[in-house]
């Protein structure tokens, strides 16, 4: 159908008349812009033929705060960054400090890490589903996942006492033990969303109108995505079977069978909307999986033995990077040998995921950006930091 | 200019296209739905009491013969990411030799970390379990002592939690 438009274009040349190509604003107040993020459109009628996103509305200086707090100080920043993977933001930073000072974590630690991570990966994907059912229309799938998003952050409330920014996982530990229903509630909440994936495809993802809006939208190409550093479901979309978890194991996760999922096209080509949001319903499964693994063997011990009275790193540098739920999120810490950091620049995924909005949005109509965008899954807490 | 291709792999079978089976499954969930649990709450009536691990806004004790347990150490107010303690410390005949003139908490710069509460030697500054916290002007959130000191008696599910795990 855009090629009759392209035509049309032509013929509207021909016929003697003026066209112009027109710039329309979205954002930064605009609902399926999810946060503070402006989009400069360049249309031509309803085509559009360049995206600019202007962003830093949520700028909160994370990496100049960082080098004046010290290292301890800096983790409930870091919950701040991307907002609804608090835990996994926590785990990379603690992870590279870690490695700095040569700690060894104990297996406890690293087993309640890993379900933490897990449980926030899903609850991560089931706001990025539901938010992105909404923005094309379907309003009832959000309500469910927000529910089933519910029970586990009831785990994390119960296990440290915040339900969106926990503050959870210190440098050599985590802050608190998890109680004692804990193994029974995490294998409950498996066992409520298995149905619930389920209920998402009928309700959601396999919808005929779903389809229409999203299949043979917003093509990434694998070249593309690798080009602009695309990371995470994003790159997994497009078909590139690279997971960090898997490629680059950190903490324990080299000891559980999952599978890496990726886009293959199924509704219309690989790499497109309706990949890369199936790509995150997938790997909710994994991470049962993962989860229902680590509870098998979980073991006992104290979480706390590890945790440095005196954070001072030797001087040096390090880059850690692990698998967010948007995708490689990467610290680079320099220690200068005091006690705050010298330098912490964090790299994250949605920055790099959201830079390839404009290749992957031309040609298309105006509606489908609000497709394609959701689609990106961004947070702006952590492009802006 | 890249020009998507065709919805060629998925073709629309007679009953799709004519998208009413489509909307009866939406509706079939719908329908479930409506006799299910309710998962909502009704908030101002009815109100959700937090676990004992739960983070609210940071309150000093007070003992039971109205005096409180902070000794004006400082070290919340050093350990606070966001800056928003302030102690002045002064003399006291008491035991404890020194109290704290002046405790503040900025509410609007806190953002409940409970670094503070960790670090309190005393056990005098705790995460209380009040969540509703709104203010109709900035000098307002600014909570001297008068808002922050909480008898213990009140303070005691979450003071029995954090013996249970240290
Ligand atoms: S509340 Fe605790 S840490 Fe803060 S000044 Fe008082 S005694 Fe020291
Ligand atoms: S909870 Fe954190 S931010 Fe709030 S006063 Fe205590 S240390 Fe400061």
Known sequence: ?385 | MSIPPENKKYELTFWEKIYIPELVKGLKLTLEQLLEKKFTRQYPEERWVPPPSFRGRPVLALEENGVERCVACGLCSRVCPALAIEVQAAETELEKERYPDLFEINMLRCIFCGFCEEVCPEEAIIMSDEYELAFSSREEAIFGKDKLLMPVDKLRPRLNYLHSQY
């Open chain 1, 1 to 385: 159908m855009l090629d009759n438009t392209l035509t049309t274009r032509e013929e509207i040349r021909d016929l003697g008349l003026r066209t112009e190509e027109m710039v329309l604003n979205m954002g930064p107040q605009h609902p399926s812009t999810h946060g503070v993020l402006r989009l400069e459109l360049v249309l031509e009628g309803e085509i559009i033929r360049k995206v600019i996103p202007h962003i830093g509305y949520l700028h909160r200086c994370f990496e100049k705060h960082a080098e004046n707090e010290s290292y301890t100080q800096v983790i409930p920043y870091t919950d701040r960054l991307d907002y609804l993977a608090s835990i996994n933001n926590n785990h990379g930073y603690a992870l590279g400090i870690e490695r700095l000072m040569g700690i060894e974590v104990p297996e406890r630690v690293e087993f309640i890490r890993v379900i933490m991570a897990e449980l926030q990966r899903i609850a991560s994907h089931l706001v990025a589903i539901g938010t992105y059912g909404m923005d094309i229309g379907a309003f009832t799938p959000f309500l469910y996942c927000f529910r089933d998003r519910e029970h586990i952050l009831d785990v994390f409330e119960k296990t440290c006492g915040a339900r969106l920014l926990y503050n959870y996982i210190w440098i050599g530990g985590v802050s608190h033990d998890v109680y004692p229903d804990f193994v029974k509630d995490v294998a409950d909440i498996v066992k409520i969303l298995r149905p619930t994936i389920k209920e998402l495809n009928d309700l959601l993802n396999y919808n005929k109108i779903f389809i229409d809006r999203t299949a043979n939208i917003g093509i990434l190409p694998a070249d593309v995505a690798i080009n602009f550093g695309c990371t995470g479901p994003m790159l997994r979309g497009s078909g590139v079977d690279f997971d960090l978890r898997r490629d680059d194991p950190y903490s324990i996760y080299d000891r559980f069978e999952w599978e890496v999922q990726v886009g293959k096209g199924e509704m219309g080509t690989v790499g497109d909307c309706w990949d890369r949001h199936m790509v995150r319903v997938w790997e909710m499964e994994e991470s049962c999986k993962i989860i229902e693994q680590a509870l098998e063997s979980f073991p006992e011990g104290d979480v706390q033995s590890a945790i440095p009275r005196r954070v001072r790193p030797p001087k040096g540098e390090i880059y850690v990077r692990v698998e967010n739920p948007r995708g490689e999120l990467g610290y680079y810490i320099i220690s200068d040998g005091t006690g705050t950091p010298f330098r912490v620049k964090g790299r994250a995924p949605g920055f790099s995921n959201l830079s390839v909005i404009n290749e992957i949005s031309k040609g298309y109509m105006v509606a489908d950006v609000v497709a394609i965008l959701g689609s990106i899954d961004i947070v702006l807490g952590e492009i802006d930091r």
